[in-house]
């Protein structure tokens, strides 16, 4: 039983592949191309790590080369598709969308192409509450009508899903978009506002606050984003519907500051900044079909979360932290 990771060396990835493992998958393939969009070396240590354990093989490629795509598909015979790698971040979507667009859509695309060739029996994808866009009603259900996308990153989300829908129907690709909302913990890329965050407190420093820190976000212990992507693989009648995985209690991010001052024992210094045109004033998961469908339930409190993230980022050489 074959399963391909994308993004496997990144932040989700490396969780998810440890977490396959310990379900008892027998073969994980974790693909990345370990590109600069952050630290290199941070992923190279994460799949240093992940090659000890016998069932993980590490690949370097790009899942936008469609024919190098192909020919590992066919070589290897994957069962499961997990597509959780692209290029990630609201703000770098602005700045450079027409690289966002590319990976995150074309890449997919050649993703579904060599699936299409070569079947597999569930592929999901790592969809974003980006998509969901402006003007949608809180909290966020799955079939309702969406807004537009506030981002370039919203927009390749929706698009990459779209098409995975598409060849759901055109090619039988069973095709699953798997909405996921903020998700933090260990490894958490560094850019992030919750690393960001953390990291300025326990270095002292002013930490960047865009607005006045009501913006209210759904934070998503990555152990739970891992439990439902477990239950996505095996569960029925999944095939061609898109379903949250978050949370379903949004924090206002002045409250988020406050519970990393809490856990570092330290207080913010916050140097507040305009609002960013790019950002949605709140994420929000209606699990109710998650529930339904996937037995999906969220179990790590914020609190909890936050202090547990503390405590491993305090773990990590001085220089690891200091922003």
């Given at each position: 039983m074959t399963v391909l990771v994308t993004g496997g060396a990144g932040f989700i990835g490396s969780h998810l592949c440890r977490a396959l493992a310990a379900a008892g998958y027998e073969r994980i393939v974790a693909l990345d191309n370990f590109n600069s969009y952050y630290d290199p070396p941070l992923k190279r240590a994460s799949a240093a790590e992940l090659a000890v354990l016998p069932q993980v093989k590490i690949i370097e490629a790009d899942f936008c080369d469609a024919p190098a795509m192909a020919r590992l598909f066919a070589t290897e015979r994957f069962r499961h598709v997990i597509h959780l790698g692209g290029s990630p971040g609201v703000p770098y979507s602005v700045r450079q969308p027409a690289e966002v667009l590319h990976n995150n859509v074309q890449g997919t695309l050649s993703l579904l192409e060599a699936a299409r060739a070569n079947p597999v029996e569930r592929f999901l994808f790592s969809s974003s509450s980006t998509v969901y866009g402006q003007g949608v009603a809180a909290p966020f259900v799955e079939d309702a009508p969406?807004?537009?996308?506030?981002?370039?990153?919203?927009?390749?989300?929706?698009?990459?899903?779209?098409?995975?829908l598409n060849y759901f129907r055109l090619h039988q690709v069973p095709f699953v978009a798997l909405r996921l909302f903020n998700v933090y913990g260990p490894r958490l890329r560094p850019e992030l506002s919750l690393a960001t965050f953390a990291r300025k407190i326990l270095a002292g420093e002013p930490l960047p606050l865009f607005g006045d820190g009501s913006v209210l976000r759904d934070?998503?212990?990555?152990?739970?984003?891992?439990?439902?992507?477990?239950?996505?693989?095996?569960?029925?009648?999944?095939?061609g519907e898109c379903l949250n995985l978050g949370h379903d209690q949004p924090i206002a991010m002045r409250h988020l500051i406050n519970l990393i001052e809490q856990a570092a024992g330290r207080r913010a210094q916050i140097e507040y900044l305009p609002p960013r045109g790019e950002d949605l004033p709140l994420t929000h998961a209606d699990l109710t079909k998650s529930r339904r469908l996937l037995g999906y339930s969220p179990r790590v409190a914020i609190a909890e979360g936050v202090h547990e993230y503390i405590s491993w980022l305090q773990t990590l050489p001085r220089s690891s932290v200091t922003p």
């Amino acid at each position: 039983m074959t399963v391909l990771v994308t993004g496997g060396a990144g932040f989700i990835g490396s969780h998810l592949c440890r977490a396959l493992a310990a379900a008892g998958y027998e073969r994980i393939v974790a693909l990345d191309n370990f590109n600069s969009y952050y630290d290199p070396p941070l992923k190279r240590a994460s799949a240093a790590e992940l090659a000890v354990l016998p069932q993980v093989k590490i690949i370097e490629a790009d899942f936008c080369d469609a024919p190098a795509m192909a020919r590992l598909f066919a070589t290897e015979r994957f069962r499961h598709v997990i597509h959780l790698g692209g290029s990630p971040g609201v703000p770098y979507s602005v700045r450079q969308p027409a690289e966002v667009l590319h990976n995150n859509v074309q890449g997919t695309l050649s993703l579904l192409e060599a699936a299409r060739a070569n079947p597999v029996e569930r592929f999901l994808f790592s969809s974003s509450s980006t998509v969901y866009g402006q003007g949608v009603a809180a909290p966020f259900v799955e079939d309702a009508p969406l807004g537009v996308p506030a981002s370039p990153y919203g927009v390749s989300k929706r698009a990459a899903e779209l098409l995975g829908l598409n060849y759901f129907r055109l090619h039988q690709v069973p095709f699953v978009a798997l909405r996921l909302f903020n998700v933090y913990g260990p490894r958490l890329r560094p850019e992030l506002s919750l690393a960001t965050f953390a990291r300025k407190i326990l270095a002292g420093e002013p930490l960047p606050l865009f607005g006045d820190g009501s913006v209210l976000r759904d934070f998503t212990h990555v152990s739970d984003i891992c439990r439902g992507i477990l239950s996505a693989l095996t569960a029925p009648h999944v095939a061609g519907e898109c379903l949250n995985l978050g949370h379903d209690q949004p924090i206002a991010m002045r409250h988020l500051i406050n519970l990393i001052e809490q856990a570092a024992g330290r207080r913010a210094q916050i140097e507040y900044l305009p609002p960013r045109g790019e950002d949605l004033p709140l994420t929000h998961a209606d699990l109710t079909k998650s529930r339904r469908l996937l037995g999906y339930s969220p179990r790590v409190a914020i609190a909890e979360g936050v202090h547990e993230y503390i405590s491993w980022l305090q773990t990590l050489p001085r220089s690891s932290v200091t922003p």
